[in-house]
């Protein structure tokens, strides 16, 4: 029996995996060369590989029948179309095909199932000839990714969004009664599968509606300081969405508009706001929410893509969203579903959103940090991005986000879906007094 004691994979390992699957070598000699089983190999593969979707311009359909196919003129309306009318729709560059076409059957590679599981020596990757979605090992993903899980593993609550609702379910019917949560976890021991500290915790830090206000005793105590620890829906959310691999996607895509994601908090545990920032037009909105978590992020997306309609969304909103590194963001796949590409920035990056960033200087002359958005309304966050969006821009050669927004998709959009207007440039006010002036307007309009 071998006297070795256990060593987790280091980078240099993973250099030499990843080396030697671009050589097309098996498994089990990677295995003895590094010096560990060819299970621990596959594991480390299947785990940390990075799903990639890209494309070249000239290997762009991934339609099972892109081969055969006869049709042209698919391009929905709100698109460019190609100016050879009777080319078929394959052959476009516009890459509409995969997104427009009824007929459109994506068509899956089963090659990533088998051993290596990645696509790191597969002549159709090195060549860029291959438009299916492929698996890549990277040795440096892969450590970050690793050192991400170990660190994740040891804080945080590890709950999906359907275990807290079901909890949420459970507790804050019987904690609004009175009850305390020592009662309702041994009136029915059978049913929690979370001790009394977990259940403390899910309404100390927000998770669940009950709120400790209304717990009998849990008032009276003196918290303890600790650090605020947070909750990511899927821990291996960064995983081919990088800034990296943002870069290098706009590398290949210069064109495409960008939408960039943030929070802004006001005082910790009480509401704060979503931002999306249009980037070509410096144009941003905002969203009150009553808890920073996922869940109130994709509700909002939802919201939106259900207000809009297919079409609209598309229109209105870029491809391509850049969101900060927080746990609020951590549910990439409800914002893809929507045919959207997600990055993240690093962490403690904001530079990296210069132009959201920029404009939360606006946000911060109306609502200074410190500021409780406890008693804020949605009606005056989107009062206040009416004045921001209404101020003029050096950037926008003198003109404001929202006239720069208007003139490519209209003012409409703005005043039904986002409940944001022109205001003349000389009643745009930007200090804490705009709530007052809110406040006297809605007064009056009642």
């Known amino acids: 029996m071998s006297n070795n004691k256990y060593t987790r994979l280091d980078f240099t390992k993973r250099l030499m995996i990843q080396s030697n699957l671009n050589e097309g070598a098996s498994l ?12 621990t190999v596959s594991r480390e593969i299947k785990t940390h590989r990075i799903k990639d979707n890209h494309v070249t311009r000239f290997h762009h359909n991934s339609c099972v029948h892109r081969k055969e196919c006869k049709r042209h003129n698919v391009c929905p309306a709100m698109e460019k179309t ?6 078929f729709c394959y052959r476009c560059s516009l890459n509409n095909c995969n997104t427009s076409c009824p ?22 990757l090195v060549h860029a000839r291959c438009p299916l979605t492929k698996y890549i090992y990277k040795a440096s993903e892969a450590d970050i990714t690793a050192a991400d899980t170990r660190s994740s593993s040891r804080s945080g609550i590890n709950l999906t969004d ?3 609702k079901e909890l949420n379910d459970l507790l804050t019917p019987r904690i609004l009664k009175g009850q305390s949560i020592h009662h309702i976890m041994v009136s029915e021991p059978a049913v929690f599968n979370i001790s009394e500290r977990q259940a403390y915790r899910l309404v100390n830090e927000g998770l669940i509606d009950a ?3 209304d717990m009998p005793r849990a008032v009276r105590l003196k918290p303890r300081k600790k650090k ?19 870069l290098a996607y706009m590398a290949e895509h210069p064109d495409e508009p960008v939408l960039q994601g943030d929070t802004v908090e006001g005082r910790k545990g009480e ?8 980037v070509q037009w410096s144009f941003q909105a905002g969203f009150l929410r009553d808890h920073n978590n996922s869940a109130s992020v994709t509700r909002i997306v939802n919201q939106l893509y259900e207000s809009l309609g297919y079409e609209l969304f598309h229109k209105v909103f870029p491809s391509v969203w850049l969101l900060d590194n927080g746990s609020e963001f951590s549910d990439p796949a409800e914002i893809e579903k929507y045919g959207i590409r997600v990055f993240y920035c690093d962490p403690s990056s904001p530079y990296q959103k210069g132009c959201c960033e920029v404009t939360h200087e606006f946000v911060r002359r109306v609502l200074p940090k410190g500021t409780s958005f406890q008693g804020l309304e949605q009606d005056f966050i989107d009062f206040m991005f009416s004045h921001i969006n209404s101020t003029y821009r050096k950037k926008l050669n003198d003109h404001s986000p929202f006239d720069a927004f208007s003139s490519v998709l209209g003012s409409g959009i703005l005043e039904k879906h986002f409940n944001i207007t022109r ?15 809110w406040a006297a307007q809605r007064k009056e309009n009642n």
Request: hydrophobic share 25%; charged share 35%.
């Open 28 to 39: 089990s000699s990677i295995a003895r060369l590094i010096g560990v089983s060819a299970s």
């Open 82 to 87: 190609c100016r050879k009318k009777n080319r």
């Open 103 to 124: 007929d459109y059957e994506k068509e899956v590679c089963h090659k990533p199932d088998r051993p290596p599981y990645v696509c790191n020596h597969c002549s159709e």
């Open 162 to 164: 359907g275990e807290l």
């Open 211 to 213: 709120k400790p206000i």
């Open 228 to 246: 605020a620890s947070e909750k990511k829906v899927d821990k291996n959310c960064r995983k081919g969405r990088t800034y990296d691999d943002y």
């Open 271 to 278: 509401k704060c706001m979503l931002t999306l920032t249009w």
């Open 423 to 437: 205001i003349d440039p000389q009643s745009v006010h930007l200090k804490p007094s705009l709530k007052d002036i």
